[in-house]
C-alpha cells in the first residue's frame, strides 16, 4: 500500500523567516509525481508546487522550494520569506500510476509577526 | 466557470436521512474525483469519473455511497441512511483529461455534520 508520512503535526514561524515541511512516502512504482497542497481555513485545496519523479532537478515556484532525494523517498518543502498569509495546512500528496491522490495527514504551519 | 464549485457549502442532517452533494468541475475538464476529509487527516479517494463513467469507485467505504455523473459534467455524490460517521469534509476536484501527473484542482468542499 502507498502511504505518505508527514511526522511535524504542527510548525510554527516568523515571519520573513524559511521554514521547512517534511515529507517521506513509499510506493513500489518508479513512475510517479508528487505534490505540495495548501489548505488555508476556506478549505480550499491549492496546488503549491509539483515534482516529476523522473526529474532530478528540484521544482522552484517563487518563494516555494522542494529537495527531492528519490533514493530516501524524501519531498521536503522549504518556504522562504514567510508571509502572514502561508498559515494554513499543508499537505503532501503522490500520485502513480492509480487515479487518486494519496496525501499525508497535513503539517499546520503558523507564521508569526 | 472559473474554479471547481461545490454545493452545498454546509449540511446538516439527522442519522439516517438521505443527502445529495454537488459538484461542478472546471469547464471542459473530463476527469472527476470525489474525496473525502475526515477532521485532522487528508483528503481520502472516494471514486474517479471518466466523462460520464465511474472509472474507479474502489473508495466508495460501502454500499450507502453512490455518486453520479450522467452528462459528464456536473457530478453528485449521494449518502443513504447517513451515519454520525459519515461527518466530514467532502471534497470534489477535476483535471483535464485524467492522465498521469495532471494537477487536480480542488472545490471548498461541502462540510456534512450527521447529529
Known amino acids: 500500500a502507498q502511504t505518505v508520512t508527514q511526522s511535524q503535526p504542527e510548525m510554527s514561524v516568523q515571519e520573513a523567516e524559511t521554514v521547512t515541511l517534511s515529507c517521506t512516502y513509499d510506493?513500489?512504482?518508479?513512475?510517479?509525481?508528487l505534490f505540495w497542497y495548501k489548505q488555508p481555513p476556506s478549505r480550499q485545496m491549492i496546488l503549491v508546487i509539483r515534482?516529476?519523479?523522473?526529474?532530478?532537478q528540484n521544482a522552484t515556484e517563487n518563494r516555494f522550494s522542494v529537495n527531492f532525494q528519490k533514493a530516501a523517498k524524501s519531498f521536503s518543502l522549504k518556504i522562504s520569506d514567510s508571509q502572514l498569509g502561508d498559515t494554513a495546512m499543508y499537505f503532501c500528496?503522490?500520485?502513480?500510476?492509480?487515479?487518486?491522490?494519496?496525501f499525508g495527514k497535513g503539517t499546520s504551519l503558523l507564521v508569526t509577526p | 466557470g472559473a474554479g471547481v464549485s461545490q454545493t452545498p457549502s454546509n449540511k446538516v442532517t439527522e442519522k439516517g436521512k438521505y443527502v445529495e452533494l454537488r459538484c461542478d468541475p472546471i469547464?471542459?475538464?473530463?476527469?472527476l474525483y470525489w474525496y473525502r476529509q475526515s477532521l485532522g487527516q487528508g483528503p481520502e479517494f472516494l471514486i474517479y469519473?471518466?466523462?460520464?463513467?465511474?472509472?474507479?469507485d474502489s473508495g466508495l467505504p460501502n454500499d450507502r455511497f453512490f455518486a453520479v455523473r450522467p452528462e459528464g459534467s456536473v457530478s453528485t455524490l449521494k449518502i443513504q441512511r447517513t451515519e454520525r460517521g459519515d461527518s466530514a469534509v467532502y471534497l470534489c476536484?477535476?483535471?483535464?483529461?485524467?492522465?498521469?501527473?495532471?494537477?487536480?484542482?480542488f472545490g471548498p468542499g461541502t462540510r456534512l455534520l450527521v447529529l
Open positions: 476536484a477535476s483535471s483535464q483529461s485524467g492522465s498521469l501527473g495532471e494537477t487536480q484542482y
Open positions: 510506493t513500489s512504482e518508479n513512475n510517479y509525481y
Open positions: 515534482q516529476e519523479a523522473y526529474k532530478q
Open positions: 500528496a503522490f500520485k502513480d500510476s492509480g487515479y487518486a491522490l494519496n
Open positions: 469547464s471542459g475538464h473530463t476527469a
Open positions: 469519473f471518466q466523462g460520464t463513467g465511474a472509472a474507479d
